[in-house]
């Protein structure tokens, strides 16, 4: 049995089963043995039963895959993790920090994952190596394209042929996502797809990776370096293992094999005013497009200053621009297409089924319609519930039990 997305290993009496990398589950080897004493693992995603083995084997295996799946947990973060699938009964729709978000424009965001290997003090979602959460995602990925085709195909079905972008957005680093490349690849090949993008801190690039990347035309690389100085940038980050040197190298290796590259450093007033000003030079100098962006306070994210006023950081802007000869103030311009319809309005009661913890175990997520409601505080564990919408906007939806 070859798989995609699973690798295995022998550790004493278990297999470790390793998913998408940077989650994994246990097997008890006594339970395989049951299938086949004489089984064996090759190429680290394959493993390979006897001729003489029962029919079945392969079915009872993955039994034991389903059996012990919801042991799942992340290896960064030590936390309990649910993997959303296309039999999972989880849809892609519906959630803010997970699958794919629609909200009538031509920029659709996927979230395949919530993970994060750094631990930025400015992070608008709290996540990395202090986040409070207790409940990690992870997305199939042949999930997503097949739920990404059908959005695209009803925009197509409603009239729409304007080129959408792609934005890989998630609540955590996407190239923790060990099949970013097949990600990317694939939403390339799908209708109407202008070009992908990946928000990254850029740390876990290679040359490998890049390479990789670069024969997807369609790629676009947005990295955040909020700072030229390797101390204060680990300052930012928030964790010593940022290599700065390592990062900047990758963003001029991605740039030579042609992927579009921006840098969007993260503005904080007081704190990295001068590093910006170098970011804006060095940019400049490798002609890299840069795109800052404003500090945002969040009432879920890590808030280290007072959120600047509009006017003043667009003047900032202007000011960096006149003494840089620079265009640092984007003049695109965001386009409509038709969203999916609303499947709830706020103030609906709706039956819905409870599916999986939220971020955090108080939290959970009940299915309606084909569409995910995110309840918070809700003492139930299982089961049909009856649920009230309290915000549905952009196909997100929370509500109370």
């Not at 699958?99 to 996540?127: A, R, Y």
């Not at 097949?182 to 992908?196: E, G, R």
């Not at 964790?239 to 450093?265: C, H, M, Q, R, W």
Request: proline fraction near 3%; charged fraction near 25%.
């Amino acid at each position: 049995m070859h798989f995609k997305s699973l690798e295995f290993n022998i550790n004493q009496d278990l297999l470790n089963v390793s998913l998408y990398n940077i989650f994994y589950f246990e097997i008890p080897l006594e339970e395989i043995r049951k299938i086949d004493k004489n089984f064996k693992l090759k190429n680290k995603n394959e493993i390979i039963f006897s001729k003489n083995t029962d029919k079945n084997s392969d079915r009872k295996f993955m039994f034991l895959i389903e059996k012990y799946m919801p042991e799942l947990k992340n290896k960064i973060t030590k936390l309990k993790a649910v993997y959303i699938h296309q039999n999972s009964g989880i849809p892609l729709f519906g959630l803010k920090f997970i699958g794919i978000i629609d909200k009538g424009t031509d920029m659709i965001e996927i979230k395949p994952l919530t993970s994060c290997n750094m631990n930025c003090i400015f992070c608008s979602v709290g996540e990395g190596l202090s986040s409070k959460k207790q409940v990690d995602f992870i997305v199939e990925e042949e999930y997503i394209i097949s739920e990404l085709a059908k959005l695209i195909d009803y925009k197509k079905k409603k009239g729409n042929t304007i080129p959408l972008s792609i934005w890989i957005n998630p609540h955590g680093e996407p190239l923790l996502y060990s099949r970013i490349t097949d990600l990317v690849k694939d939403i390339s090949k799908l209708l109407l797809i202008k070009d992908v993008h990946i928000i990254t801190s850029g740390v876990l690039l290679n040359k490998v990776m890049i390479d990789e990347l670069a024969k997807i035309k369609k790629v676009k690389l947005n990295i955040s370096i909020s700072s030229f100085d390797s101390e204060k940038a680990v300052q930012l980050m928030g964790t010593k293992t940022y290599n700065l040197a390592n990062v900047l190298n990758n963003v001029k290796y991605a740039s030579e094999k042609g992927i579009e590259t921006i840098i969007t450093p993260v503005y904080l007033h007081g704190i990295n005013d001068k590093d910006i000003e170098q970011l804006i030079e060095f940019c400049k100098h490798n002609q890299i497009p840069i795109s800052i962006q404003k500090f945002c306070c969040n009432m879920f994210g890590r808030n280290p200053i007072k959120e600047e006023e509009w006017d003043s950081f667009m003047a900032k802007l202007k000011t960096w621009e006149k003494k840089y000869n620079i265009s640092l103030i984007g003049e695109g311009e965001i386009q409509s297409t038709q969203e999916l319809p609303l499947m709830f309005k706020k103030g609906d009661v709706v039956q819905a089924e409870i599916i999986s913890y939220g971020r955090f175990f108080k939290d959970k997520i009940a299915v309606a319609k084909a569409r995910c409601i995110l309840i918070p505080n809700c003492r139930k564990e299982k089961g049909v519930i009856k649920v009230k919408i309290t915000s549905a906007v952009n196909g997100m939806y929370i509500g109370s039990a």
